[in-house]
């Protein structure tokens, strides 16, 4: 089971909104509401600010949304802040023999 | 409130095995998968593999069948991976992270790192 696919990088001004792909197939991502997206500061943990494509957990802030096309789930941060500047993978639930499968990961930068 | 918390930093050599242990609190152990995910330096989250604390039952990542093993002791509330026939790219952070649902790791421990070297 291959990773999702997110890009490397992706960048924005404070205020801005920005978008973040997750590329899967119709085997993960495409065929199941199970995916979620997580944010991972420098040396820390990473948290759930996602879950079932577009759910937000109790705590996490509405500037942050899901969404799902086809193959391709995606994370939009709107109103940047410097706080958002991390680390962010997607991961979906597979029908493969390996179950569960992260993105490749995408950093943010806030210009 | 949950928590999670794991082991002490590990260094093994090369064909040694370790085992990291994630102590829940808070919650109901035996009511919610533990999943185990690492983290080499630099490097993105893989999913290794998850276990059921209340059967005992254990799904592992294809890349690491015959290698990795998971256990729980109830008892204590703590769930272990142990990871045998190490190698340097086995160098990582190791997580515990505890589903809510299909693939919401709602809690995670604070990461164990296990170095591999000669």
């Known amino acids: 089971q291959s990773a999702l696919t997110q890009p490397a990088s992706v960048s924005g001004s404070p205020g801005q909104s920005i978008t973040i792909s997750c590329t899967g197939t119709s085997s993960d991502v495409g065929g199941y509401n199970y995916v979620s997206w997580y944010q991972q500061h420098p040396g820390k943990a990473p948290k759930l600010m996602i879950y079932?494509?577009?759910n937000r957990p109790s705590g996490v802030s509405n500037r942050f949304s899901g969404s799902k096309s086809g193959n391709t789930a995606s994370l939009t941060i709107s109103g940047l802040q410097a706080e958002d500047e991390a680390d962010y993978y997607c991961?979906?639930?597979?029908?493969?023999?390996?179950?569960?499968?992260f993105g490749t990961g995408t950093k943010v930068t806030v210009l | 409130q949950v928590q999670l918390v794991q082991s002490g930093a590990e260094v093994k050599k090369p064909g040694a095995s370790v085992k990291v242990s994630c102590k829940a609190s808070g919650y109901t152990f035996t009511g919610y998968y533990m999943h185990w995910v690492r983290q080499a330096p630099g490097q993105g989250l893989e999913w290794m593999g998850r276990i059921n604390p209340n059967s005992g039952g254990t799904n592992y990542a294809q890349k690491f069948q015959g290698r990795v093993t998971m256990t729980r002791d109830t008892s204590i509330s703590t769930a272990y991976m142990e990871l045998s026939r190490l190698r340097s790219d086995d160098t990582a952070v190791y997580y515990c992270?505890?589903?809510?649902?299909?693939?919401?790791?709602?809690?995670w421990g604070q990461g164990t790192l296990v170095t591999v070297s000669s």
């Open positions: 992270a505890r589903d809510l649902n299909t693939v919401t790791y709602d809690y």
């Open positions: 991961s979906s639930y597979t029908s493969s023999s390996t179950p569960y499968v």
């Open positions: 079932d494509v577009s």
